[in-house]
């Protein structure tokens, strides 16, 4: 599977759907749910898939993110947003 392109509008894949929030300690953890299991999310995988609504582009989320991380390299973040991305494609967790 190739990697999305600055371009590409990812989204949660059919059959894959947010599960209830919860709290852990201080920090609030979110569930995707989908037809093999579920996956915790929390801190920035949580921030990154939360965006994936099939509107916003990949260039987009990296661009928001590198605003909000802006002491980190850019290219860093954008190489770990593509492959959480890849590897979400690769679980059939994410389309784009």
Known sequence: MAAPSD???PRLATGCRWG??????TDEVRVILFPEGAIKLQG??????????GQRTVGE???ELQ?????ADPA???????????QLQRKRIVDY
């Open 76 to 86: 860093k973040i954008r190489s770990d947003i593509s492959a959480f991305l890849e």
């Open 20 to 25: 209830p929030e919860t709290k852990t300690g």
């Open 61 to 63: 989320i990296i661009a």
């Open 67 to 71: 605003k909000q991380f802006g002491a």
């Open 44 to 53: 920035t995988g949580r921030q990154v898939l939360e965006q994936c609504d």
């Open 7 to 9: 371009a590409s509008q």
